[in-house]
Each structure stands twice: as C-alpha cells, then as structure tokens.
C-alpha cells in the first residue's frame, strides 16, 4: 500500500483546503486551514521516509541496486530469511536434485525443481501414500526443506499440527534425513541413500 500514501497526502490536503474554503470565509481563518493543509502532510511524509529511506527501495525502483542486494535487504517480514534460503540450498544441493517444500507455499527464486506446499498438504499426501515407511524411495525427492518459522507460527496461532500427521516427522527424519543445513528458521534435510542389500 506503500504507493497509496503520497496520493492520499494530497487527498487529505485538498480536503483541508476546501473544507477550510467552506467554513472559514474570512481571510485570517482561510489562512489556519491552509497551514491545518501542509500541516496535514508531515505525518504521511514521515510515514514515507520512515519506510523508504533506509530500505533499497528507491535504488532498486531506479535500478541502481542489484535485484539480489534488494532482495536480502528485503524488510518485509520473512523474506530475507526465505531469499537467503533459496541461496543457501542451491548452494546445497546439484541442478538435477527434487525438493520438497514443507510449510513453504513459495517456489520462487529457487533454481532447483521444488515442490510447493500451498495448502499444507505435502506431508498428509505423502503418509497417505505410505512413502514415508520407505524413506521415500522411488519417490525422486532428494531433499526436503522445512519452514519451521511458518510452523511455530501456525502452531501459536492455535493450529493443532497433529492433524496434519506431523507428529510422525521427527521419527520419519530420524531414520530417512540428514541435516545439511539449518538458518534463519529454515532446515535443509537430504533424504539418506538406503545402503546396498548384502549378496546372498
């Protein structure tokens, strides 16, 4: 809503304007609505400076800031974790690996193939397939990242996670996962290559 507030400034200025017009006709009355009307526009100008001034906003408009220094700079709430998590797990991770999204309903910026968990279904769909016994063999998915800001979130926001069946994660990560990397309320776990059977 950020571009709404200069427009709006002049908005309220012009109302004070008018509405000073209308009811004070005498010239010294006229004169205290017109400073009630620049008086009206400091609030929304601090908003303004409040908010743009120490952000990359304005060079990356100009495209004088790189869209990757914008990005991890970013202060909306949780996106430089998220950003700096699609960097990290590339790092992490080769071109040709799957991933698996777990409370992350964003697939963007990631140059690895992930897949998105818009509603919250990507671990119910794979206990009900049974996939997660095997240690998700056959599956494809290499790697599975879990957004466990967005589950503490949903968990303080009175979610009963149990329902999703994620009380049966930490076993299944026990026997399936390795960690490969943990920041920023993000864990990247890698699904462990089932050893070799013995010959008979």
Not at 76 to 81: D, E, K, P, T
Not at 100 to 116: C, I, K, S
Not at 166 to 179: H, S, T, V
Request: contains cysteine; charged residues 20%; glycine residues 8%.
């Amino acid at each position: 809503l950020l571009p709404a507030i200069a427009p709006l400034m002049l908005v309220i200025a012009e109302s004070a304007r008018r509405f000073g017009t209308t009811f004070f006709a005498e010239h010294k009355w006229r004169d205290i609505a017109l400073i009630a009307a620049i008086g009206s526009l400091f609030p929304a100008a601090q908003a303004l400076n409040a908010e743009l001034m120490p952000t990359p906003r304005i060079g990356a408009a100009l495209g004088t800031v790189a869209e990757s220094e914008y990005l991890r700079n970013s202060r909306v709430s949780g996106f430089s974790s998220y950003y700096s998590a699609t960097r990290w797990l590339d790092s992490h991770t080769r071109p040709e690996d799957q991933v698996l999204l777990l409370f992350e309903a964003r697939g963007y910026y990631f140059d690895r193939e992930v897949f998105q968990d818009n509603d919250l279904t990507n671990w119910p769909l794979l206990i009900a397939t049974g996939a997660p016994q095997q240690c998700l063999q056959g599956s494809g998915i290499t790697h599975i990242l879990v957004n466990h800001g967005a589950a503490a979130y949903y968990r303080n926001r009175g979610s009963d996670l149990s329902h999703l069946g994620w009380n049966a994660f930490p076993e299944f990560a026990a026997r399936c996962l390795e960690q490969v990397n943990a920041r920023g309320g993000y864990v990247l776990l890698r699904v462990r290559t089932p050893a070799p059977r013995g010959g008979a």
